[in-house]
């Protein structure tokens, strides 16, 4: 509920902010000036929502498989799918080594649950279905669309100041003139300072639906500790990937699209120290009992660590499974 609450109370502040600006742009240049950037918006949004999973098909170079050629996966898939009570995803496996998972699609009935060929041979099987639970719950959120609707709104203030400030720079030959380029300049200001506003909140809404994604897992009949020990193993083995020259050129050429994957492998470096913490009997996993002992203990995250997340799009993994801690 205080997740839901969250969103709620995000979205209505990013379309309170854009109605703000609209509305002083409206009463400035005239409605119809006002029509064209949400027109154009909307067509872009429509666009980037088609082209969308073809783009991350080829960028993660996805290969569908069947039941034949992945029975316990799809398996495991189907399974979900129906404690979801959603349309079963279609399910892909990234020829990618990096150990992850991912989930993407226009629609319910459109989703696409997939896996990298590095996570199949790093979990275990109860530790990957805590995974493909995250995924499908993704799915079954609508998350896809909602980031992509949200991103919308940094779009068109971005749009907006940038004619604003350039078009007010210009040299006026009169007095009336001038003062009119001012006003279009400040305009523009207020929209730019808008517009990263809201491009932070649009991050915001990605950490909480990823928050929302690890409940949905564990409400899909999950053990929490099995779903925190997949995503200690995805940061050591992507902290492992980012020291090597063929794992850092493959974090390289899936950067532009990490938000979908579970963790942000960008991050990982800097965040396996904090979660060797927990990993009490530095097994590699972490069990039941150390999720136990976690929930009773205070976390401390430096302040760098703090400021950074605001500029990301996962949560900090240790905030992260202090919170799925609460969950058992």
């Known amino acids: 509920m205080a997740l839901q609450i969250k969103m709620c109370t995000l979205v209505i502040l990013m379309f309170g902010i854009l109605y703000g600006v609209i509305a002083e742009v409206g009463t400035w240049l005239g409605e119809g000036s006002v029509t064209f950037y949400v027109i154009l918006a909307i067509l872009f949004m429509g666009l980037q929502y088609l082209i969308g999973p073809y783009l991350v098909e080829k960028v993660m ?99 907006i100041s940038r004619t604003f400030i350039w078009g007010g720079v210009g040299e006026r030959s009169n007095e009336e003139e001038k003062e009119n380029g001012s006003s279009a300049v400040l305009i523009g200001l207020v929209a730019m300072m808008a517009y990263i506003f809201t491009q932070l909140l649009v991050l915001v809404a990605s950490r909480i639906r990823e928050y929302y994604a690890d409940e949905g897992s564990v409400k899909l009949g999950n053990s929490p500790h099995y779903l925190v020990s997949a995503l200690y193993k995805l940061v050591c083995a992507s902290a492992y990937a980012n020291k090597t020259t063929e794992g850092k050129e493959e974090l390289r050429r899936v950067a532009a699209i990490r938000a979908f994957f579970l963790n942000d492998v960008q991050k990982s470096l800097k965040e396996v120290t904090e979660l060797t913490q927990i990993d009490t009997d530095l097994s590699g996993t972490i069990d039941k009992c150390e999720l136990e002992s976690l929930k009773r203990k205070d976390i401390k995250i430096s302040f760098a660590e703090k400021l950074m997340e605001i500029f990301t799009t996962h949560p900090n993994t240790l905030k992260r499974i202090k919170r799925v801690s609460t969950l058992i």
Not at 78 to 106: C, H, M, T, W, Y
Not at 114 to 122: A, D, F, N, P, R
Not at 149 to 157: D, E, G, K, M
């Open 61 to 159: 170079c996805v290969r569908y498989v069947s039941e034949e050629e992945e029975p316990e996966l799809h398996r495991i898939v189907d399974e979900l799918a129906r404690n979801a009570n959603i349309p079963k995803p279609k399910v892909g496996i990234s020829q990618i080594s990096i150990p992850n998972a991912f989930a993407f699609g226009k629609s319910l009935r459109d989703g696409r649950v997939c896996v990298s060929e590095g996570i199949l041979k790093l979990l275990n099987k109860d530790e990957l279905k805590a995974v493909l639970g995250h995924e499908i719950s993704h799915i079954k959120n609508h998350d896809m669309m909602i980031i992509t609707l949200l991103s919308v709104i940094p779009l068109i203030l971005y749009w």
